[in-house]
């Protein structure tokens, strides 16, 4: 019976070596698993969903998320990082630094000096007389898929991420001050009403949920 066992065990790593699974007892490739992950992640992800799409315990993942962060923050003599770790409305992402927001903002502003796309227009328009609001919300009243869009938008500095959900821990969305700089207003309340703009004159996106 114990040599079935020990030949079950031993099958079981060679299957995680094959696919590529990292072991749960190995922190490290679980590490540099979630980096890959968190590269690409638009939303805060939560410790469950990361532990669950790397295939270790979150005890494991915690721990790695624990030693990324103090890697990027430069404790124990390592580099501190441009970016950083963070854990926001219940999830993880990567971040830029404060400090160097302006740097980041100037190179994205100077690297894309290209007019919006009409999709980007109609998104920033949904987030102009929404705000605050998630990117499910637009992408419910757009009826499209608008996560490339928000991140264009949030490249050339026109909208932020104001705070996060309490009960989702979706992130929300406003505009920033370049764009009433770019329209040449002062303040929202600028804005043109947008009912007469409606084919039926009325209602706005108040009645789209």
Do not use: C
């Amino acid at each position: 019976m114990r040599a079935d066992t020990t030949r079950a065990s031993s099958s079981a790593r060679e299957i995680e070596s094959e696919i590529g699974m990292p072991s749960s007892a190995d922190p490290v490739a679980v590490a540099r698993r979630l980096e890959a992950l968190l590269m690409v992640a638009d939303e805060p992800q939560p410790l469950v969903d990361l532990a669950t799409a790397v295939g270790a315990p979150v005890a494991v993942v915690w721990q790695a998320i624990t030693t990324l962060v103090a890697d990027f923050d430069g404790v124990d003599g390592t580099v501190r990082r441009g970016f950083e770790l963070r854990e926001v409305g219940g999830g993880w992402r990567f971040y830029v630094r404060d400090e160097h927001d302006p740097v980041v903002r100037d190179f994205v502003l100077t690297q894309n000096p290209t007019k919006l796309s009409s999709a980007a227009l109609e998104t920033l328009a949904v987030i102009a007389y929404k705000q605050p609001i998630t990117r499910s919300s637009i992408a419910q009243i757009r009826a499209v898929n608008v996560d490339s869009v928000v991140r264009t938008l949030l490249g050339r500095g026109l909208i932020t991420e104001s705070s996060t959900d309490p009960e989702t821990g979706a992130i929300n969305y406003e505009t920033t001050g370049l764009l009433l700089t770019h329209l040449g207003i002062n303040s929202l309340d600028e804005l043109p009403l947008i009912s007469p703009l409606l084919s039926d004159g009325q209602g706005g996106f108040d009645d789209v949920a």
